[in-house]
Nanobody, 125 residues
């Protein structure tokens, strides 16, 4: 089972950009679907984006981030990324990465059984 560590969060002005990273331990990173979730102040955790195992040929995004966020992975580095552009105050949240065994549906939250601690993203107006 992998262990996940997020990095790259911070404070940015509206319209700015950040790149989050999620680095996994272990040798089986490529066999996992990977996803980003976020939880804003007083809100439920929500799905942000996901990428399929192995080559990452399939991706999925929540509607509010389509065209602004890009998910990718580098299996040689055991790392997944979330490039976030045109950030808005409503993107403020703790962003967590999660892993699920390959073969599950990308948006199927119960399949994600390994989670990182999260990284704070704050977007000021």
């Amino acid at each position: 089972q992998v262990q996940l560590v997020e990095s790259g969060g911070g404070l940015v002005q509206a319209g700015g950009s950040l790149r989050l990273s999620c680095t996994a331990s272990g040798r089986t990173f490529g066999s996992y679907n990977m996803a980003w979730y976020r939880q804003g102040p007083g809100a439920e955790r929500e799905f942000v984006a996901a990428i399929s195992w192995s080559s990452g040929a399939s991706t999925a995004y929540t509607d509010s981030v389509k065209g602004r966020f890009t998910i990718s992975r580098d299996n040689a580095k055991n790392t997944m990324y979330l490039e976030m552009n045109s950030l808005q105050p409503e993107d403020t949240a703790v962003y967590s990465c999660a892993a699920a065994r390959g073969g599950s549906a990308l948006r199927y939250t119960p399949a994600y059984d390994t989670w990182g601690q999260g990284t704070q993203v704050t977007v000021s107006p």
